[in-house]
């Protein structure tokens, strides 16, 4: 009991400081850059982009548009304000109005893409995660047989095609020849999302080519990696020690070489379910698929600095959240690595 | 984009064997539904359909182009009944008194919103003053500005008390691509903001009402109103549109948007780089494009150009501007850029519409005698012939069929353009001070000569390509020239402060009508009573920061003649514009925006095309609303 209560104060009041001293520097950083950016000003882009779409602003009337949308968006005061206004709003849970789609409720938005990122993205990264650590870890001890090197060849045949174009050949072979699976979209068009087994069914389908892709880059990669790792391990002295002491390859497996690869691998696997919330903006534009990626590219684009920062901080928070957990649970895993308070 | 053609083809073969069978939409049978790409690709917000409040991220979902109304259309082609103007909600044009200080509108009668109540004056009224009370809306800055009263005579007439003379205040509500729309009073009157106001669902007076949407933003379906014959398209023309529903779906990438296509599943296509548009053509026998063979594509009444600040040194030096033109091989551009099916302009209004007959045709001769002086010498710079030199250089390159006709090609690609003369560029520059060293140009004072050009990246390749080619020929001349490709928004914000150096911008600021011949639309913001210093954003569209007493005169005079009855003056004026331009080659003008819209003719007939010119077919554009009641079922299922 002392001891966990030394670790909880010693340790993890630290780490946990530290991680939202990482929040906090972050989103104060992402609040200042699209400000200090030149010509980034929400309400020239607004009237930009009406004119860049063909409608018709006469130039009387454009600096008068410019101040009055400068004042509906809250972008009169001083920096200063700004910021301070912001941190207020932002700890009420409030993320402010999207500018470029004033007035809707940059949450609003984000809630609206973030189920079908997390939803893909994490699914997918688990299941590429498991399926790669587990036979990259094999392959990498059992470095010899027919199905280790197939499984090296395929990996190694995939990891260099471009994303873009692995997506595209599947829509082509399963959507467009083999007509196995829809061409795009998040589910059935004409279907209401509620929780019946129809549209279940109809996100599983669509759902289905989009996930594959994923999978299939990610499980190479983390194969590959795995592999390696284990490789390594196998070739260190204590490994061959424990063979010479006649233990089974099962126990050398397990608690001799998979537990000293998997810090590396779990801290990436962190680390990627953190980044999540990036979205992956490639796979959602071949598949017409929903998500926090094309939402991020138009928040960039349209300097619309509420939405920039609404999706940037679940990144942030994610990331840091998950180095956090990364960091506490490496000890129960790894004996060499042991709490040590800041 | 060169895996596209490698693509396609492998989809053709195989696809083309098996077929496609997939349903669209469950319940409604496939040619009963006409599927338009929306270019906007996803609408973040799609459940906003309040334009006037602004926030809408799509306005190519169907909200202008089926639902809401404007009182005014101009056709940037020959228009639906062989004339350009079109009265849609108002049943005449506008009448101004002999002052221009009131505008008179007639409304059309018996036109009733989707949700059945009648249009009137009310309508009118209540949006003017609405947007008069809220300048942070999109056409409100500008009623505050023009509108001092606007007052109802009868249900069916409204006349606006405007603040100052004011000629063009109709243009507003006339769409060229949109316009001010007209608010449905009896929604918006019970609604405490109207800025944060959704507007959801909408209610028009178009044909169509919205149907069903995704909550995601990728499509938007529409039906056809049972009562069409109330809508502003059924009171002004009698006829039924064709498509009973009509799926705006949002589409990103170029190789899906083939591949739908050839499946039969995505009746218009935006745009596509040239070579998708032209693999669809020569594999999809129900293929519809504009023109029917090279070059295809449709050109709209906007003019890419180089862009020069004229406040960056050498660039407010005219010698430099025209030695610039001239180090162009306009040939060369058309060829990399466009694939060859580039329309060409040498004059600052875009070929396209009406234009070449009001334009064209005129300034030729004065072109052909336009003589350039260096020094002693004397130089003709316009070339007829680049038309015919193109068509040559196409049918070579890619062995595409063209016309033998010059004058066919003309109507195709342009009239002419520049000489591509590096040997007079070189004693233009010499003239004012640049020396060339080892076949390098250096400035004035003795530095090297360096040029960006800012240019759009991925989103429109075309023009990514066409910058390449500008700066290949100018480093061919000397000049060390590259190209940075950013994204869209990016090249608007940084062209609009001005403030890179060594800069040029591949955008454009000369947007026409297309129907009509008056310049003053997008002219205006070139006076220098709008001219804004570097650092400052420009006013609309004088990025280039160009002040010429001559361009006064012009738009003030333009201010004062009659929209509906100086055609000829207006002409004249847009002459003596054009003219002046070429002598001050404020900006470089290189082609019209050629868009390469492709229709499917599999489920539907009667797309416009250059031979039947009746509507642009760029679906984005609110005109295309006409376009539905030319559209009929072909019959197949």
Redesign the interface.
Known sequence: MKDFLRFIVRYFITRLLISLLVIFIGVSIIFLIPRLV????PA???I??????????????????K???L??YGLEGSLLKQYTTFWKELLKGNLGP???????PVM??IA??LP?TVGLLALTALISWVFGTVLGGIAGYRNKGLWVRVLEIISNAVRPIPYY?LA?LL??LFA??L?WF?????Y??????TLSWTFVKSVVKYGFLPALSLIIIGIGAWFLNMRNLVSNITSEYFVTFAHQMGLRDSIILRSYVIRLAMPAQLTGLALQLGFIFNGTIIT???F?Y?GLG??IY?AI???DYNLVMGTTLFSIVAVAFATLFVDLLLPFIDPRIQYVSG | MR?LKW?VL??LT??GI?G???E?????PRNEVIIIEDPT??S??PT?FNLW?????S?STGIQQLCLGALWYIDPDAGIEGEPWINLLAADAPLYNDNKTEMTVKLRKGIYWSDGVPFTADDLIFTVETLKN???M?????M???VQEVKKVDDYTVVFKLVKPNGRFH??FTV????CYIMPKHIFEKVEDP??YEFYPPVGTGPYVLK?Y??????F?WELRQDWERSDLGVAFGKKPGPKFV?YK????P??KV??QM?H?LDIIHDLPPEGAITLHQNNPYCVTWFDGWPWAHPDPTLPSLIMNHEQFPYNLKEVRWALTLAIDIVQVVLQSYNGCATISPIHVPPTGKDPEWYFDKIEPWLKDFTIKIGSETFKPYDPTIPTKIADAVKYAYGYKVPDDPAEIRKMVGYGWWKYSPDVAEKLLKSVGFKKEKGKWLLPDGKPWKISILCEAATRSVMTRAAAAVAEQWRKFGIDAQIEAV???ML???M??G?DKDTIYWAWCI?TWGGHPDLF?FL??W?SD?YRPTGQ?V??KNPMRYKSEKIDKIIDALRQTDFFKDTDKMIDLGLEYIKTCVEDMPIIPVFSYNVFTVCDGYYWTGYPTAQDPYTDPVP??GNTRFMFIKLQPTGRK
């Open positions: 030149p010509g980034a000003n020239e882009m607004a930009r982009r009406l004119q860049m779409s063909g409608a018709y602003l006469p130039a009387d009337s454009i600096e008068k548009m101040q009055a949308l004042k509906l999207s500018f470029a789609s004033f007035p809707t609003t938005l609206r893409s079908w174009i595209l829509l082509i467009y020849v007509h829809p061409t795009g979209g998040a059935q068009i004409g279907l209401t999302p959602e534009i071949v017409n929903p094309t939402l138009t684009m349209q300097s | 895996y693509v492998v989809v195989i696809a098996i496609f069978a997939e669209v939409l469950p319940g409604v690709g996803r973040l917000n906003r409040g602004g926030g809408v991220s306005w809220h300048p942070e999109t056409w409100g800055a500008y505050q500005v023009n243009t507003i060229r691509w949109s316009a800025v944060a069903s995704d909550p995601n933003g990728y499509w379906l799926l949002g589409l990103a990438s190789e899906k591949m739908d499946a599943q994204e869209s928004s608007w914000t940084r609009n402060y403030e947007e639309w205006e913001s006076h709008y954003t006013v609309a984005n554009w």
